[in-house]
């Protein structure tokens, strides 16, 4: 690597050596400080540019990282890890496709660059080409064998390929390794099949203590140790450390609930008032199932997917990276562009769309993209290919957004409170019902506690929905070995149960998160 600190006195090189320390423990306003500081002393060098624009993404002013990183590696273009934070940033961004390319060319000027080829995995992971994302991830073990989060990447991976065991095998050896491995206890949380023993629980509770733990750490540990006091029936326990881990989330990265909603404002404004899509068959290959996370939704993706016809792809990124295409494209953020896009314009975002996801018919004529948040696209997706269809997941709110709550979901930050929680729920059932009313026959409604209730009439009106015939490996989903890349890759190689609502454990102590979900009722209905 090249001296990134050349040119800059002892001081603020202890300086920036302090920053980068806080920005990588997630001690974001310590980080601030420290940067200010030596921008002071020394302003526009490029370590602090680079330092400043990781700040800035962890805080989601993504643009603005990416421009400042860009303007770091202007002046420091030869050094694979500035490549490296670049396509960190765009990753961040939402930009896989570029930061793939980054990563590829970061690895490609120092080949024993472990960081680079673990981001290369993360990155391949987030755009599901996992088999490409292995490949990347054991070269950065092979060059790295320490590394904890390739290892449990790694070790999710596996378990979407079904192989629990061995996935299992790598969580623990984490723990052994470094006790308070956050990513590795939350993956032995995840595997649904085991409850922890009492040695395990004691050796979480020490974990959560540990001065090497980061906050990341701290955050997975405090919901996997949840799990564990829930399924041994310390409820009270279970939300206080719950309440106590997103806590420690929402100290890095408040949301903010009416901005979201705003945006969403925005968009059904932008396309009511847009030209008329033309009629068309294009995107009749292309199933979207959406969804607020925990309703289901990988379970419908699993009924489906056991049809001879349908490939499951999982959580494709393609729809929100072509949007994003064209918005950059344009120089206009969407949805400004959106009111005078034309038919045709909108059949060219159509066609791309399907060109990225191509890989995902070569072995069966129709496939599932399955990403939750698509919900805030259906206009676009109504307009970009009209012969799509689109299932809306639903589940009791109630035990949906609790469900949330319970989880490990990273850049989530709605999930670490009740009232932002309530709040997310009611921007998705607004946009669905509006979907269903102006789209009734692009648009389905799938309520998972029906399916609990007539698995075979609710499988079969999804069949129908889809124009596929019936076939009884749908009904037996859970027989089926395909790869499942979601967190309900465990649970959806199972039965159908019957036993999954939590709500009468926790009685009365749900109550702040059900009267944030009876305001949000009232002003729908306001």
């Known amino acids: 690597m ?3 600190l050349d040119g800059m006195s002892a001081v603020n090189a202890a300086r920036l050596e302090s920053a980068s320390q806080a920005l990588e423990a997630g001690r974001l306003d310590e980080a601030a400080q420290l940067l200010q500081a030596a921008h002071h002393d020394t302003p526009e060098h490029p370590e602090i540019l680079r330092l400043q624009s990781g700040l800035l993404s962890q805080r989601g002013h993504h643009a603005e990282a990416v421009r400042l990183m860009r303007l770091a590696l202007s002046r420091r273009g030869e050094d694979p890890l500035y490549y490296n934070t670049l396509g960190t940033v765009l990753g961040a961004a939402g930009d896989y496709d570029d930061a793939i390319q980054i990563f590829r060319h970061s690895c490609a000027m120092q080949p024993r660059f472990a960081l680079a080829w673990y981001n290369l995995g993360v990155m391949l ?9 292995m490949v990347a991830l054991r070269e950065a073990l092979r060059l790295k064998p320490d590394n904890t989060d390739a290892s449990a990447l790694l070790a999710d991976l596996l378990r979407t390929q079904g192989q629990i065991v061995d996935a299992e095998n790598i969580y623990q050896r984490l723990i052994r390794n470094r ?3 956050g990513v590795a206890w939350w993956g032995l949380a995840d595997l649904k099949h085991r409850r922890f023993d009492s040695r ?11 001065h090497e733990a980061s906050v990341d750490d701290r955050i997975a540990i405090g919901l996997a140790l949840a799990k564990a006091f829930d399924d041994t029936g310390r409820f009270e326990d279970s939300l206080r450390t719950l309440h106590q881990a997103h806590a420690l989330a929402r100290q890095r990265r408040p949301w903010n609930a009416a901005a979201m909603s705003g945006a969403l404002a925005r968009i059904r404004q932008a396309f009511a008032s847009a030209p008329t899509p033309a009629a068309s068959a294009l995107g009749r290959e292309v199933i979207f199932v959406v969804s607020l996370p925990r309703s289901g939704s990988t379970l419908v993706e699993q009924i489906l997917a056991s049809h001879s016809q349908v490939e499951g792809a999982g959580e494709l990124p393609d729809l929100p990276l072509v949007i994003a295409e064209e918005s950059r494209r344009r120089n206009q953020p969407f949805p400004h562009w959106v009111a005078t896009t034309q038919p045709a314009a909108w059949e060219r975002l159509g066609r791309r769309y399907l060109e990225r996801t191509a890989h995902w018919r070569h072995a069966r004529p129709i496939f599932i993209d399955k990403l939750p948040n698509n919900w805030m696209y259906i206009d676009a997706i109504r307009a970009m290919l009209p012969g799509a269809r689109v299932i809306g997941c639903r589940r009791d709110p109630l035990e949906a957004c609790f469900s949330c709550y319970r989880q490990y979901m990273q850049n989530s ?15 998705y059932d607004s946009s669905l019902h509006e979907a269903l009313n102006r789209w009734p026959t692009g648009v ?11 698995p075979e009439h609710v499988v079969r009106r999804l069949l129908d929905f889809c124009n596929l ?11 089926s070995t395909r790869t499942v890349r979601s967190p309900s890759a465990t649970q959806v190689r199972q039965p159908l149960r019957r036993d999954t609502a939590r709500l009468e454990h926790y009685g009365a102590m749900l109550d702040p998160l059900r009267h944030a979900l009876a305001a949000i009722a009232r002003r729908e209905n306001i």
């Open 413 to 427: 930050d709605y999930a670490n409170r009740f009232e932002d929680l309530a709040a997310f729920w009611g921007d």
């Open 179 to 181: 006790p308070w491995s």
């Open 469 to 479: 015939e019936y076939e009884p490996e749908c009904l037996a989903f859970h027989t």
């Open 200 to 210: 395990e629980v004691s050796a979480m509770q020490t974990a959560l203590e540990r």
């Open 2 to 4: 090249l001296g990134q």
């Open 444 to 454: 389905h409604e799938h309520v998972y506690e029906d399916l609990v209730a007539e």
């Open 125 to 133: 992971t987030r755009a599901v080409r996992n088999d490409e994302a």
